[in-house]
């Protein structure tokens, strides 16, 4: 299976903005046919882009969605007004979501059910924040998510999960100063994540599931992440926001 580079341009970009991204990108990168590269944009730009992406080796995702398929909750969005917009990937519970938001594992067990009950693929984001991992809490934090988030979840359903490992210590959240995981931080990360999920589940499923890493990949680091044996992509944030930076990472996978 190939790596997963997956953009996550959080609330940024006009639907103008984000088409005039696409046009850079899809030059950059041409036939790149090493990574599957999925963009995640504010859900005002998903039917424009879907568009702009028809017939490329780019696909579209969301940022999050409700559970539910329709009813009265202001301000959210639908599985199938997703699927309407030619969406195939979805991010769900990720740290801003957990900690600005306040939603929780349960929240997120039953946004991923939705999901793939309307062939949307999940990406899961895990992972601790500086807090737990100082407590050395951060196994038992990754453990608790992945049991809590992927209850009632097949072994046939995980072939449609990826799961992002985002240690909310290193995001950096557009501070420069910021310093990221090292390789070896966010390979242990990865590690474990497939331990439990072989404990959950099985090897095969252990093994063939799709672990990216989502604590502040960008050009400079992307190589040397990418290169560890259990990070199978990336979920790329503020990197991501300029065409020739995010095409750079992307071409970072061998």
């Known amino acids: ?22 046009e850079e990108f899809k030059k950059i990168i041409k036939n790149e046919k090493n990574a599957e590269i999925v963009i995640c944009p504010p859900f005002t730009a998903l039917t424009a882009l879907s568009k702009e992406l028809k017939n490329s080796n780019i696909k579209i995702g969301a940022q999050n969605m409700h559970f539910e398929e329709a009813g009265a909750f202001t301000g959210e969005i639908s599985p199938l007004m997703l699927k309407e917009t030619g969406c195939e990937y979805v991010i769900l519970g990720h740290s801003e979501r ?14 991923i059910i939705a999901a793939l009950k309307h062939g949307l693929s999940p990406i899961l984001c895990i992972g601790e924040n500086l807090e737990q991992k100082n407590q050395g809490k951060t196994k038992n934090i990754i453990e608790n998510q992945l049991k809590n988030c992927l209850k009632s979840i097949d072994k046939s359903q995980m072939e449609s999960i990826t799961i992002a490992y985002e240690p909310v210590w290193a995001i950096s959240r557009g501070n420069p100063s910021h310093k990221a995981a090292t390789k070896e931080d966010a390979e242990e990360g990865h590690k474990f994540i497939r331990s439990v999920i072989e404990k959950m589940f099985d090897t095969a499923i252990s093994k063939n599931i799709r672990i990216i890493y989502g604590g502040s ?16 992509g990336g979920l790329v944030g503020n990197a991501s926001l300029d065409a020739k930076s995010f095409a750079e990472i992307v071409k970072s996978v061998k």
């Open 98 to 111: 957990r900690e600005i938001f306040g939603e929780d594992d349960l929240l997120v067990n039953k946004k």
């Open 1 to 22: 299976m190939k790596k997963l580079i997956a953009a996550n341009w959080k609330m940024n970009k006009t639907i103008k903005e984000s088409v005039l991204f696409i």
């Open 217 to 232: 990949m960008k050009p400079e680091n992307a190589r040397e992440l990418l290169s560890m044996p259990d990070i199978d």
